[in-house]
């Protein structure tokens, strides 16, 4: 029954963009038409987002899943999406570092970012990981403080890096394979839905399907993902089999900072290779995460739904029926922009009644309390 709530729920979102988009349109034929380049646009821009806000809530997954609740994904998103945008300016910016080598080879500079951002994720998590398990101090708190400390940090490197002229924002130049455009996969085609499709055909978006594969099969199909279950459901039955708690909650919630840095860094590219406003992608993706009931493919779904969400909020000039809908309110684009949170509210009521969280998460690991 939850499976098929969740389908239809996006089967009607995605209609009422259609007809809103051939309501837009309804002037071209003698009909009603839809403007299927203006759809191949916004589904593309869809694909775009949908890959950062899966990367990070796959990050709350694995970490929820060794029993550690990480509320500080939008911190630990921030510090990677920086880390990875201040890395490729360096190697492929003006001011390059190894411009000559960066230049012959732009797709291994933007993989060398991505990489270096889950680093520096992995590394701000540490701290969530030594609070939340070597200290048991409250995970909930402890995710509340990095989220607080990412912000000022950010900003600050920023400040000292360009002289505060930039203020909290950071533009990097983007590489030629930061797009996979048709014409560098040497593909010419007049089709102008094809062009839209793939104007937002990042480079993170095939390793971001490699990603949940990886994760999907590395969870259940792998002794190290039965683990990391067994260490979130029983932690106490899996350390009487001789699994080390500690060690695989810490490998939980590394994998967590690596999966949600290289998410911030994603999240940077259909911006306009600017590092900005993240504007509470960290809980939109705990939202997504509980939507998806813990799982990669759920997730995978959930993400879609969200981005699409967020897309169409964010396009509302461009279709004229959702333009006219508020025409005379104040602001009315505030209201649309209002859209993913308030969904991720309903989803929330909706889903939370069945589904099922890791029965240890949130809860410090003692073994003087077997």
């Known amino acids: 029954m939850k499976k098929v709530s969740k389908i239809i729920i996006c089967i009607l979102l995605i209609a ?80 390059a570092v190894f411009g000559a080598w960066a230049a012959k080879m732009p797709e291994l500079a933007m993989i060398i970012s991505l990489l270096l951002s889950g680093a520096a994720g992995s590394l701000f998590a540490l701290l969530l990981g030594f609070a939340a398990i070597h200290l048991k101090a409250d995970q909930t708190i402890g995710g509340t403080a990095l989220n607080l400390l990412a912000v000022p940090v950010a900003t600050l490197i920023i400040w000292a890096i360009t002289a505060g002229a930039s203020g909290s924002n950071f533009s990097y130049k983007s590489t030629p394979w930061r797009i996979i455009s048709l014409e560098r996969m040497g593909i010419t085609t007049n089709s102008e839905v094809v062009r839209k499709l793939m104007q937002g055909f990042f480079i993170t978006t095939p390793l971001a399907i490699l990603i949940l594969i990886i994760a999907t099969v590395v969870l259940y199909k792998t002794r190290f993902g039965l683990r990391i279950r067994a260490c979130g459901e029983h932690p106490h039955a899996a350390d009487s089999v001789g699994i080390n708690v500690y060690k695989m909650r810490y490998a939980g919630v590394l994998i967590s900072g690596f999966l949600a840095g290289m998410g911030g860094f994603a999240y940077t590219q259909p911006q306009g290779a600017t ?79 069945k589904s099922r969280a890791p029965k240890a998460e949130g809860i410090p690991y003692d073994k003087s309390t077997r």
């Open 275 to 353: 590092f900005a406003n993240f504007g509470g992608i960290g809980f939109l993706a705990l939202g997504i995460m509980i939507f998806g009931n813990w799982k990669p493919i759920s997730i995978a779904g959930a993400a879609f739904l969200f981005a699409l969400c967020r897309v169409v909020a964010n396009s509302t000039n461009q279709i004229p029926f959702l333009a006219g809908l508020f025409k005379g309110a104040n602001a009315s684009e505030y209201l649309y922009r209002m859209l993913p949170f308030i969904i991720t509210m309903l989803v929330l009521v909706i889903a939370s009644r």
């Open 16 to 95: 009422v963009v259609a007809t809103a988009l051939a309501c837009s349109t309804g002037e071209k034929t003698a009909g009603v038409g839809i403007d299927w380049a203006q759809l191949a646009g916004i589904l593309s821009t869809t694909i775009a987002f949908t890959v950062p806000f899966m990367l990070i809530a796959l990050g709350g997954m694995f970490s929820e899943r060794s029993g550690v609740i990480n509320l500080a994904l939008e911190g630990i998103a921030i510090v990677g999406g920086l880390v990875g945008a201040i890395t490729l300016e360096r190697l492929f910016g003006s001011a």
